[in-house]
């Protein structure tokens, strides 16, 4: 299985490791011998196209970032309208999250929902580039929230049921270096699209993505994943509706630390980059485009390098200890940036962020699973998660820029600085360690030796 930048993955560990997965009993409503890490083969093809999936996903997400705001303000719109459309995104996606992980868990195709994801964000690409108008882009924004929405959970789904439990860290692992290199290529193209063309040409792009998207998505075969594992692997006689999923994520003590030590990284985490590049814009007018391209680019680059590296360590040292990393990362960075904003500094404080965010982003699936394993309620449970980032990200943006507006920037960033440091002892005190004794490596070298 060749790698973007070359090489092969070697699948020894994902067969070797299969068979040591230990699961709550399950209902038989998955074909029995799937039930079985043993009797399940694990297809090159299908892992080859969850790699390239995640590439293209990534890809055709891109163009719905910063470009929109300048593919708008190209064609008239006020920043007031800007802001508003925005806005709407936010407000629907917020909403989305909940509901629709929970029909991620009741639909067992997760190829055919991902598929939906894409078609819709190139739908609304479309929509966006060739009718420019409000109403039109207000429905194409809801569009992109719900489908924005359905791939995370998705690609976290057909992982899990395509790898299982025990692997599921690994797996993560590469999902965030596609996903890593998919964001730094699109954008760079996106650039040099708008740059030699327009930045219309950028949503014609974006709707063009869905091809390669939808061909990788087709290497994967649907008998490969195990859709009861898919949803978190159900415990026999579990009851599978609203009530039962809430009742999951309520009464687990586990996943509400985790959800709280989520939402306190987002509000230190999601201000950071917005204050600094307005910063930079009043005293560095010159250099600012340059320096915050540099601060998009270079973590990408990080989480492609490090993020297998932080997949294999979730599983050695478990979950715990990067949970800290990632805080101890977002901490150094807050601070730093509260003391100096020139642009050297500004990019090499900035590379932390991609510590932060491949540790975080195989952490949050990974965890989950680990926490609500047996109860059917895996996407339900990443639309919860997803909710405490919109709200933490929310307060982030709003608190941040009130104390930048009122005290200085470097009071925004000390503000940041402490919620880094809130979470960090929020998750040293009370985080548990939630990777199960039976994936720990001494009683894997137990199972082999047996």
């Known amino acids: 299985m060749t790698l973007p930048g070359g090489g092969r993955l070697d699948d020894a560990p994902y067969r ?5 997965e230990a699961r709550p009993p399950i209902s038989s409503a998955s074909t029995p011998q799937r039930n079985s890490l043993t009797a399940r083969h694990l297809n090159s093809r299908s892992l080859a196209g969850l790699d390239w999936f995640a590439f293209f996903m990534a890809d055709i997400q891109t163009g719905w970032g910063p470009f929109v705001a300048a593919y708008l303000t190209s064609v008239g719109w006020t ?56 109403s039109v882009v207000v429905a194409a924004k809801v569009l992109h929230a719900f489908a924005s929405c359905l791939l995370g959970p998705a690609l976290a789904a057909i992982s899990l049921g ?8 690994v797996r993560l692992g590469r999902n965030a270096r596609y996903l890593s290199l998919g964001n730094a290529i699109a954008a760079g193209a996106m650039g040099a699209v708008a740059y030699y063309f327009s930045n219309q040409t ?16 087709a290497q994967i075969r649907s008998r490969d994943i195990d859709r009861n594992v898919a949803r978190g692997g159900v415990i026999a006689g579990e009851p599978l509706d609203w009530r039962s999923a809430l009742r999951s994520v309520a009464r687990n003590p586990a996943f509400l630390i985790f959800a709280g030590a989520v939402l306190l990284f987002q509000c230190a985490n999601a201000a950071t980059m917005p204050i600094m590049a307005g910063l930079l814009t009043i005293h560095e007018p010159q250099t600012a485009p340059l320096v915050l391209s540099i601060c998009i680019f270079g973590p990408q680059f990080v989480v492609a390098a490090i993020a297998p590296w932080a997949g294999g360590k979730a599983q050695d040292w478990g979950r715990r200890p990067l ?73 982030s943006t709003a608190l941040a820029g009130y104390i930048a507006d009122g005290f200085g920037a470097s009071a925004a960033f000390l503000f940041l600085t402490g919620a880094a440091v809130t979470g960090l002892v929020f998750v040293v005190g009370l985080m548990p360690e939630t990777r199960p004794a039976a994936q720990r490596p001494d009683v894997g070298l137990r199972l082999r030796e047996h």
């Open 323 to 395: 949970l800290v990393l990632c805080f101890i990362a977002l901490s150094i960075r807050c601070a730093a940036f509260a003391i100096t904003s020139e642009p050297y500094a500004v990019v090499a404080v900035q590379l932390f962020d991609g510590i932060s965010a491949a540790t975080l982003g195989i952490l949050v699936p990974l965890i989950i699973a680990d926490v609500m394993r047996g109860t059917g309620h895996f996407n339900f449970a990443q639309g919860v998660i997803g909710a405490a980032v919109g709200i933490g990200a929310s307060l």
């Open 16 to 20: 070797s490791a299969r068979a040591m």
């Open 162 to 169: 395509l790898v299982g439990h025990e692997l599921l860290s």
């Open 202 to 217: 950028i949503f014609f792009f974006t709707a063009a993505l869905a091809i390669p998207t939808f061909l990788a998505l």
């Open 79 to 134: 920043q007031l309208d800007i802001g508003l459309i925005l806005t709407i995104g936010t407000l629907t996606a917020l909403a989305l999250q909940i509901p629709i992980g929970g029909l991620v868990d009741r639909v067992p195709n997760k190829l055919f929902l991902a598929a939906l994801a894409i078609a819709l964000v190139s739908g609304s690409a479309l929509l966006l580039a060739l009718w420019p108008v409000f």
